[in-house]
């Protein structure tokens, strides 16, 4: 498996914070917008794990 160069995980994983929290803003119902909000966050963890 390829490593992502540290610059490009640190630019995912700003976009992911930043999407995170615009679909939020323009969701209303509340469940969804956790559900995204969750799975956005298990997205950026899983990117900040991976780094050393």
Same mark, same amino acid.
């Given at each position: 498996?390829?490593?992502?160069p540290?610059?490009?995980?640190?630019?995912?994983?700003?976009?992911? %914070?930043?999407?995170?929290?615009?679909?939020?803003?323009?969701?209303?119902?509340?469940? %969804?917008?956790?559900? %995204?909000?969750?799975?956005?966050?298990?997205?950026?963890?899983?990117?900040?794990?991976?780094?050393?």
């Open positions: 498996m390829s490593k992502v540290e610059g490009r995980r640190n630019v995912a994983a700003v976009v992911c %914070i930043v999407a995170g929290l615009v679909i939020g803003l323009f969701i209303k119902r509340v469940p %969804i917008g956790l559900l %995204i909000g969750i799975v956005l966050g298990v997205l950026v963890s899983g990117l900040m794990t991976g780094r050393k």
